[in-house]
């Protein structure tokens, strides 16, 4: 009984708290154009639920960028490139999509720029995987380099959202 009480307290605390539950992760790819060091960026965890009405998948998910995790290129993704100070948030709204999934389209907010964005989403029994691309010059992040590397301006954002 004691437990049961405890665990219902807890889960209270976390509700009231804002406590927001992760719904999936991502990760974001680039390729090197000069130079042959490709880049990957861990830590995407995405927020947000996706809303299935009337056969349709909608919903609004964001990405803390100040927890994304490029490794020994840390300070300069967060100061440089992202600059996760001023723009500490990604958010996708998902425009309706087939709940079977597919192609979809949705506007991204990224580094204080709103773009819209086309991919493609598969349904699986736990959710949706996604894939898609976006430029980082239409973000207005500067180039993406490192002595003599150069990664391109395309960014390959893919991951999953639990249902």
């Not at 804002?18 to 830590?43: N, P, R």
């Not at 490029?70 to 993704?77: C, E, F, L």
């Not at 964005?117 to 995987?129: F, R, T, W």
């Amino acid at each position: 009984m004691f437990k049961q009480v405890f665990t219902l307290i807890s889960i209270a605390m976390l509700l009231a708290s804002g406590f927001v539950m992760a719904a999936g992760k991502c990760e974001i790819t680039g390729h090197a154009v000069k130079g042959t060091l490709d880049f990957s960026v861990a830590g995407c965890i995405i927020e947000g639920k996706p809303k299935i009405e009337g056969g349709k998948v909608t919903g609004e998910f964001t990405v803390d960028t100040t927890k994304l995790d490029g490794g020994v290129r840390n300070q300069h993704m967060h100061e440089k490139y992202l600059e996760t100070k001023s723009f500490p948030k990604a958010i996708l709204k998902l425009d309706p999509m087939p709940e079977a999934g597919g192609p979809f389209t949705g506007k991204l907010s990224l580094h204080g720029n709103e773009k819209e964005i086309k991919g493609v989403a598969e349904k699986s029994s736990i959710g949706y995987g996604f894939k898609f691309e976006i430029n980082r010059k239409e973000f207005g992040i500067a180039e993406v380099s490192y002595k003599d590397i150069l990664i391109g301006d395309s960014l390959s954002v893919s991951g999953t959202i639990d249902k």
